[in-house]
C-alpha cells in the first residue's frame, strides 16, 4: 500500500506531505463530528442548527480535502 496514491482514478499523483495533509484534514473532520454528535446529548439544543453546522462543516472539509488533492476530474 505504499503507492496507493497513485492507483485512485481522476487524481494526480500526490506527495507525502499532500498525504499527509489530507490525512490529518480526515481526522480533524471525524474529531469535530464526534463533538457535534455529542453536543446533541445538550439539553435544549437547537437540532436544525446544529445539522446546518454539521452540514456546512463537512462542506469545508471536503473543500479542504479538494484545495491539497486538486482532482482533475468532475
Not at 494526480?12 to 453536543?39: C, F, M, P, Y
Not at 442548527?49 to 488533492?69: D, N, P
Amino acid at each position: 500500500m505504499d503507492n496507493q496514491h497513485r492507483k485512485i482514478a481522476g487524481y494526480r499523483e500526490l506527495s507525502e506531505d499532500e498525504i499527509a495533509g489530507i490525512n490529518r484534514t480526515k481526522r480533524l473532520a471525524e474529531d469535530v463530528g464526534a463533538h457535534l454528535d455529542a453536543l446533541l446529548g445538550v439539553q435544549g439544543i437547537d437540532k436544525r442548527a446544529l445539522a446546518i453546522a454539521k452540514t456546512e462543516l463537512q462542506t469545508g472539509f471536503m473543500w479542504a480535502v479538494r484545495a491539497i488533492a486538486q482532482p482533475e476530474t468532475f
